[in-house]
Antibody
């Protein structure tokens, strides 16, 4: 069974940094591209970033490019999202998501339970 | 960026009725469209991928059709657990984008 468990969310001041983690199990983690998707307080879903299975290719939404960094540690089966220069509009529930097949740019078959990030002073 | 527009925003129906949800893309996305269901307090769940393929474990009452710019999700006979929010998502081009959602509520 695929299991994705996010952690690291919390309340952070504007301009601050936060690192999210997603512990993965139940599938060959190193072969799958992985994604971060967020859901705003208004319930809109927004794709944030994708990393290839090897970690050699990364893709970002324009709204986070240059501020967020997606990475992975295949030895620990863990996905990360380092978020710098946080803004109020980054407030959201952040989900990690596994695609249906190992490649990037795919439908998202498995999701974690999400971790809430609140950016506020 | 490909914009996905879902309609209606809210659908009020009774159990047993048929639900028809629409998703329109701002440009052709071939058949690269997925549908997700989200129940309150839960993460989205993949229902349909590549326009018409049911994901593992999804009941046959859910079906998807369409290609190009116009897509439809049909729930043939609503069960109580189907009252939820539904999102479409395209994977034709970066960035991945989602529609704004359709809420299927109990009439």
């Amino acid at each position: 069974e695929v299991l994705l468990v996010e952690s690291g969310g919390g309340l952070i001041q504007p301009g601050g940094s936060l690192r999210l983690a997603c512990a993965a199990s139940g599938f060959p983690f190193s072969t799958y591209a992985m994604n971060w998707v967020r859901q705003t307080p208004g319930k809109r879903l927004e794709w944030v970033a994708t990393i290839s299975g090897s970690g050699g290719h990364t893709y970002y939404a324009d709204s986070v490019k240059g501020r967020f960094t997606i990475s992975r540690d295949t030895s620990r089966n863990t996905l990360f999202l380092l978020m710098d220069s946080l803004r109020a509009e980054d407030t959201a529930v952040y989900y990690c998501a596994k695609p249906l097949v190992p490649a990037p740019l795919r439908s998202l078959a498995s999701w974690g339970q999400g971790t809430l990030v609140t950016v506020s002073s | 960026e490909i914009v996905l527009t879902q309609s209606p925003a809210t659908l009020s129906l009774s159990p047993g009725e048929r639900a028809t949800l629409s998703c329109r893309a701002s440009q052709s996305i071939d058949s690269y469209l997925a549908w997700y269901q989200q129940r309150p307090g839960q993460a989205p769940r993949l229902l349909i991928y590549d326009a018409s393929n049911r994901a593992t474990g999804i009941p046959a009452r859910f079906s998807g059709t369409g290609s190009g710019t116009d897509f439809t999700l049909t729930i043939s006979s609503l069960e109580p657990e189907d009252f939820a929010v539904y999102f479409c998502q395209q994977r034709s081009n970066w960035p991945l984008t989602f529609g704004g959602g359709t809420t299927v509520e109990i009439k």
